[in-house]
C-alpha cells in the first residue's frame, strides 16, 4: 500500500471513530434518567395561562438544582419577552423564537424531543439577537440564560 493511500485510510478510520463516538454519547447521554416527570407527551400551557407554578403553588423546575431568581430581577427585556410567550407573540424574531431548545449543553434536565422551547430576550445595543434566552419547559418550568446557554436560573415568573 502506498503512502498516501494508507493516509487516506487511516483518516477515514479516524473520521469514522469520531462519528461513532459522537452519536454513541448522544445515544447514552439521553437514555440516562432525569429527576422529575420525563413524559415526552408534556405540552406547554396554553398561551394566556401561567407556566410557572407547579402543582401546590411551588415555582416549576426547582427540581433541577438550579437557582431560583424572580422575573423581576432579571434584565426589562425579559419581562417584555415573558410577556409575549403568554400572549403567543408576535417575536421580535419569528424564525427563532418559540422553536425547540434542544439543549446540547445539557445545562437542563434532560428530557425527550420538542420538550423546551426557546426566545430571545433582547440585548440593547447589540447587532444580532444577543446571548439571552427565556426557556420554557412542557411542566410549566421557565428558565433563563443571560450568557448563551453556559448558564441558567429558574425563573419564578410570579414575581
Same mark, same amino acid.
Given at each position: 500500500?502506498?503512502?498516501?493511500?494508507?493516509?487516506?485510510?487511516?483518516?477515514?478510520?479516524?473520521?469514522?471513530?469520531?462519528? #461513532?463516538?459522537?452519536?454513541? %454519547?448522544?445515544?447514552?447521554?439521553?437514555?440516562?434518567?432525569?429527576?422529575?416527570?420525563?413524559?415526552?407527551?408534556?405540552?406547554?400551557?396554553?398561551?394566556?395561562?401561567?407556566?410557572?407554578?407547579?402543582?401546590?403553588?411551588?415555582?416549576?423546575?426547582?427540581?433541577?438544582?438550579?437557582?431560583? %431568581?424572580?422575573?423581576?430581577?432579571?434584565?426589562?427585556?425579559?419581562?417584555?419577552?415573558?410577556?409575549?410567550?403568554? %400572549? /403567543?407573540?408576535?417575536?421580535?424574531?419569528?424564525? /427563532?423564537?418559540?422553536?425547540? #431548545?434542544? /439543549?446540547?449543553?445539557?445545562?437542563?434536565?434532560?428530557?425527550?424531543?420538542?420538550?423546551?422551547?426557546?426566545?430571545?430576550?433582547?440585548?440593547?445595543?447589540?447587532?444580532?439577537?444577543?446571548?439571552?434566552?427565556?426557556?420554557?419547559?412542557?411542566?410549566?418550568?421557565?428558565?433563563?440564560?443571560?450568557?448563551?446557554?453556559?448558564? #441558567?436560573?429558574?425563573?419564578?415568573?410570579? %414575581?
Amino acid at each position: 500500500m502506498t503512502p498516501g493511500r494508507r493516509l487516506s485510510v487511516a483518516l477515514i478510520g479516524l473520521i469514522a471513530l469520531v462519528v #461513532f463516538g459522537w452519536v454513541f %454519547k448522544d445515544l447514552t447521554s439521553s437514555s440516562t434518567p432525569s429527576s422529575g416527570p420525563t413524559s415526552s407527551s408534556a405540552k406547554p400551557a396554553a398561551p394566556g395561562k401561567s407556566t410557572s407554578a407547579a402543582p401546590g403553588g411551588a415555582v416549576a423546575g426547582t427540581e433541577s438544582g438550579l437557582d431560583v %431568581k424572580p422575573l423581576s430581577s432579571l434584565p426589562s427585556q425579559a419581562a417584555d419577552t415573558w410577556k409575549l410567550i403568554e %400572549k /403567543n407573540g408576535p417575536f421580535p424574531y419569528p424564525r /427563532n423564537d418559540g422553536v425547540e #431548545f434542544q /439543549n446540547r449543553e445539557k445545562r437542563l434536565p434532560a428530557k425527550a424531543g420538542d420538550y423546551y422551547k426557546e426566545y430571545t430576550v433582547p440585548t440593547p445595543g447589540s447587532p444580532d439577537r444577543g446571548a439571552r434566552r427565556l426557556i420554557t419547559g412542557g411542566q410549566r418550568e421557565v428558565y433563563y440564560t443571560g450568557d448563551h446557554y453556559d448558564s #441558567f436560573v429558574v425563573v419564578d415568573v410570579r %414575581k
